[in-house]
């Protein structure tokens, strides 16, 4: 045994002798890949998830004002190239807001200059803003269009044809109107070069006939974020191999979170992973809920606790995402009151409702929002139409539901569901 134990020691310690004469050329390398991964792994939570989320009332004055002025850039951004037709205009015009999830947000701009500071160690300053905003200007086009509603005269021919014979060109003027509006054609931005089509239909509800164009899709014109793609390669100097992940990192981090899911610490200044309900099974009542997405049904993110693949950050998905295409309904789960009605950067058009009982369902990433603030809604009422509004890389539909403010996964609620 002694002999055999001094020849794996012996061994042992040749092994260590090789491998460290073969490592030892290479060890500064990897001390510095450790290093930069470290500090970039720091960077992404302390910069871009706290600076650029923060409230400027707890930020330095230089970082206060270096964020006012990326909001006031950002702003200049989307409206120095606008159109209506060949007319410049200097403002967001399209009657469904659908500027939104195309513009740039100053918070773009920020996580661009902290890469730059990364990178480089450039000085986060106003003349970097300067440098990094003139590579992204935003152009929106519009078309003028004029929706035009008729009321539908209903009664025997007699009547009609009298109406006809005294004021045979001005019945449509006494029981219709019109209604001017600017529709999006096109974008080019940050997000990418997008054309937007429409299709004119006329249809008749409540005794009234109205002809409109109505969205039907969006075409992306080359690559998505080409603008910031070719932007990191050639200012930053971005490998092709490293250029999704950089993407990613800047649009994600702007967005208020680096995880890929939906940032939800805005609905709840508490909220955070000691806030999840792991089964929530028994804390509605049996059959309260209907399927939030009539006809649609397969998952494509599961609700859970997640490590990210590069931070290593142990973070929620708050809710279940389901595979639907842009324009079919979401509906109310249950009978409640709409709390809120509205936009959010990560979470697009959403609505959220309270049922009673501490009981709260969210539903996100609408492409049309279907109801308003305080406004009560039955349950299989439709209050939102599925789109990829916010951060969204195609559409789906996002739903959740918290019991007391605590995170609960909404498959619980529905049988079979996991």
């Given at each position: 045994m002694n002999i055999k134990n001094k020849a794996k020691k012996s061994l042992s310690k040749k092994a260590k002798r090789i491998a460290v004469k073969?490592?030892?050329?290479?060890?500064?390398?990897?001390?510095?890949?450790?290093?930069?991964?470290?500090?970039f792994c720091s960077i992404i939570d302390a910069i871009f998830v706290q600076d650029v989320q923060a409230d400027t009332k707890s930020l330095p004055l230089e970082t206060k004002q270096i964020k006012e002025q990326c909001i006031a850039k950002a702003e200049y951004l989307n409206t120095c190239h606008n159109y209506i037709g060949l007319q410049p205009t200097?403002?967001?015009?399209?009657?469904?807001?659908?500027?939104?999830?195309?513009?740039?947000?100053?918070?773009?701009?920020?996580?661009?200059?902290?890469?730059?500071?990364?990178?480089?160690?450039?000085?986060?300053?106003?003349l970097l803003l300067n440098q990094v905003a003139k590579e992204f200007e935003s152009t929106f086009r519009y078309e003028e269009y004029t929706i035009k509603e008729e009321q539908i005269i209903k009664g025997n021919s007699?009547?009609?044809?009298?109406?006809?014979?005294?004021?045979?060109?001005?019945?449509?003027?006494?029981?219709?109107?019109?209604?001017?509006?600017?529709?999006l054609v096109e974008s080019d931005t940050i997000m990418g070069h997008y054309k937007y089509n429409y299709e004119e239909r006329t249809v008749e509800e409540n005794g009234v006939k109205t002809t409109k164009k109505v969205f039907i899709g969006e075409e992306l014109i080359g690559e998505k974020y080409e603008r910031l793609k070719k932007y990191l390669k050639t200012h930053l100097?971005?490998?092709?191999?490293?250029?999704e992940t950089d993407v990613e990192i800047v649009i994600q981090a702007a967005n208020g979170y680096y995880d890929g899911e939906e940032s939800t610490e805005w609905l709840q200044?508490?909220?955070?992973?000691?806030?999840?309900?792991?089964?929530?099974?028994?804390?509605?009542?049996?059959?309260?809920?209907?399927?939030?997405?009539?006809?649609?049904?397969?998952?494509t993110s599961k609700f859970g606790m997640r490590?990210?693949?590069?931070?290593?950050?142990?973070?929620?998905?708050?809710?279940?995402?389901?595979?639907?295409?842009?324009?079919?309904?979401?509906?109310?789960?249950?009978?409640?009151?709409?709390?809120?009605?509205?936009?959010?950067?990560?979470?697009?058009?959403?609505?959220?409702?309270?049922?009673g009982d501490g009981i709260v369902t969210l539903y996100a990433h609408g492409s049309e929002i279907l109801v308003t603030t305080n406004?009560?809604?039955?349950?299989?009422?439709?209050?939102?139409?599925?789109?990829?509004?916010?951060?969204?890389?195609?559409p789906h539909a996002h739903f959740e539901v918290r019991i007391n403010g605590n995170f609960t996964n909404p498959m619980d609620y529905f049988e079979g569901g996991e």
């Amino acid at each position: 045994m002694n002999i055999k134990n001094k020849a794996k020691k012996s061994l042992s310690k040749k092994a260590k002798r090789i491998a460290v004469k073969a490592l030892k050329p290479f060890l500064p390398f990897i001390i510095l890949f450790l290093g930069l991964l470290f500090a970039f792994c720091s960077i992404i939570d302390a910069i871009f998830v706290q600076d650029v989320q923060a409230d400027t009332k707890s930020l330095p004055l230089e970082t206060k004002q270096i964020k006012e002025q990326c909001i006031a850039k950002a702003e200049y951004l989307n409206t120095c190239h606008n159109y209506i037709g060949l007319q410049p205009t200097k403002n967001l015009l399209d009657m469904d807001d659908r500027e939104r999830d195309k513009e740039i947000q100053w918070s773009h701009l920020y996580s661009i200059m902290a890469f730059h500071n990364m990178t480089n160690n450039t000085a986060i300053n106003f003349l970097l803003l300067n440098q990094v905003a003139k590579e992204f200007e935003s152009t929106f086009r519009y078309e003028e269009y004029t929706i035009k509603e008729e009321q539908i005269i209903k009664g025997n021919s007699a009547a009609n044809s009298l109406v006809k014979d005294e004021k045979e060109n001005s019945v449509n003027e006494l029981t219709g109107k019109t209604q001017k509006v600017y529709l999006l054609v096109e974008s080019d931005t940050i997000m990418g070069h997008y054309k937007y089509n429409y299709e004119e239909r006329t249809v008749e509800e409540n005794g009234v006939k109205t002809t409109k164009k109505v969205f039907i899709g969006e075409e992306l014109i080359g690559e998505k974020y080409e603008r910031l793609k070719k932007y990191l390669k050639t200012h930053l100097f971005v490998r092709d191999s490293d250029i999704e992940t950089d993407v990613e990192i800047v649009i994600q981090a702007a967005n208020g979170y680096y995880d890929g899911e939906e940032s939800t610490e805005w609905l709840q200044g508490k909220s955070s992973s000691d806030t999840i309900i792991t089964n929530g099974k028994g804390l509605v009542p049996t059959g309260m809920f209907t399927w939030p997405i009539p006809g649609y049904t397969t998952v494509t993110s599961k609700f859970g606790m997640r490590t990210h693949p590069i931070t290593h950050v142990y973070k929620l998905h708050s809710g279940t995402d389901i595979s639907a295409p842009i324009g079919a309904n979401f509906v109310a789960m249950a009978d409640g009151k709409v709390i809120k009605a509205s936009y959010n950067s990560a979470y697009g058009n959403m609505v959220m409702i309270d049922h009673g009982d501490g009981i709260v369902t969210l539903y996100a990433h609408g492409s049309e929002i279907l109801v308003t603030t305080n406004q009560q809604v039955t349950k299989g009422q439709a209050v939102l139409k599925v789109g990829s509004t916010g951060y969204s890389t195609g559409p789906h539909a996002h739903f959740e539901v918290r019991i007391n403010g605590n995170f609960t996964n909404p498959m619980d609620y529905f049988e079979g569901g996991e």
